[in-house]
Each structure stands twice: as structure tokens, then as C-alpha cells.
């Protein structure tokens, strides 16, 4: 994994993710494909081995894929709507920025690097480039697994925390 500004991605997050109401943390991809499945491990984790206080959907059991991505985004508005959504997803960008993972302001159009046209989501977006661009089909097929538990461990550890600080500021 490429070296990213750790603390810059932490704070970021812990400033992004702050406010009155738990977070909806939308974790999207496939289980199917290894560079799609960084969204579900995300969710996995923050459920197994965080227990985290904020709403979690999307995870390996229960992913958040293209197919029910809709149906996904109409519930999350209607049981949680004035809560912060924070999108999680991977990403295809340049061969050597594979490994960074972003986080911004603003929400994300999952698959849009694959030509889906899918619904815009999220009021904060967290993606990790797993592929790049230089792969004419299959680059999210053509990740190794290593990569994703890596940035995935990462991504649920530092949600985490951002969503911790937020509960014991909050209190």
C-alpha cells in the first residue's frame, strides 16, 4: 500500500462525521469481486469487530450492490433522513495512485469508473483505489485480496474512531 498522510485522513473524517445524530455508513460493492468487495469488508468489520455506533448497511452477508443500490438509498432516507451518510467504495484511478484511499465532502456515483449509471449518494465519500484505469477489462477482477483486507482494515478503523470521538464529544 502506498503511503498516504495518515493523520490527514483521520482528521478529516473526525471533522466530516461530526454532528448530533449517528452517522448511516453505506457501504457498497460485491462480495463476487475481489475490488468491489472493499465497500462490504468495510461494513463487516465496523459490525463484527467494532460494534460501531452509527447505522451500518452493506456487508458481506448482506451487500449493497448495484442491484438494490436504489432501494437501498430510498430506505436509508426515509428511516434515517436527517442523518450524515458517509459512502464507502472503491475506486479505479492511476496506476500509481492505487492503494490511497480519499475522503471529501460530498457524495460519490457508485460504478461510474465501470460505465454504471447508478444514484448519487452520500454527503461524505470515503474511496480506496484499488485498479487503474490502464486495465482494459476486468480491473477490479485483477486485485489481490491482500490490498482490500489492508485498506479495508484501515477504512473501518479509522471510521471508528471518527465515529467514537463524535459520541464521547456529543455527550
Same mark, same amino acid.
Given at each position: ?33 475481489? !475490488?468491489?468487495?472493499? !465497500?462490504? #469488508? @468495510?461494513?463487516?468489520?465496523?459490525? *463484527? ?11 458481506? =452477508?448482506?451487500? @449493497? ?6 432501494? =437501498? ?22 496506476? +500509481? +495512485? ?7 465532502? !460530498? ?10 449509471? #447508478? ?14 484505469? !490502464? ?20 477504512? *473501518? *478503523? ?6 467514537? =470521538?463524535?459520541?464521547?464529544?456529543? *455527550?
Amino acid at each position: 500500500m502506498k503511503a498516504n498522510n495518515t493523520n490527514n485522513f483521520d482528521t478529516t473524517l473526525k471533522l466530516l462525521i461530526g454532528g448530533p445524530r449517528p452517522p448511516v455508513i453505506l457501504c457498497i460493492g460485491s462480495d463476487r469481486v475481489i !475490488g468491489d468487495a472493499l !465497500g462490504p #469488508l @468495510v461494513g463487516h468489520m465496523l459490525t *463484527a469487530t467494532y460494534n460501531i455506533g452509527a447505522y451500518v448497511y452493506g456487508s458481506l =452477508t448482506s451487500p @449493497v450492490t448495484a442491484l438494490n443500490l436504489a432501494d =437501498t438509498i430510498d430506505f436509508i432516507k426515509r428511516r434515517h433522513p436527517d442523518n450524515l451518510i458517509v459512502a464507502v467504495d472503491s475506486s479505479i484511478g492511476n496506476e +500509481e +495512485e492505487i492503494g490511497i484511499i480519499k475522503v471529501n465532502k !460530498g457524495g460519490i456515483y457508485p460504478g461510474s469508473a465501470v460505465g454504471k449509471k #447508478l444514484p448519487y449518494v452520500g454527503n461524505v465519500s470515503v474511496t480506496a483505489i484499488v485498479s487503474h484505469r !490502464g486495465i482494459s477489462s476486468g480491473a477490479l477482477n485483477n486485485v489481490r485480496l491482500g490490498l482490500i483486507h489492508s485498506l479495508a482494515c484501515r477504512i *473501518a *478503523a479509522s471510521i471508528n474512531n471518527a465515529v467514537t =470521538t463524535r459520541m464521547v464529544e456529543s *455527550a
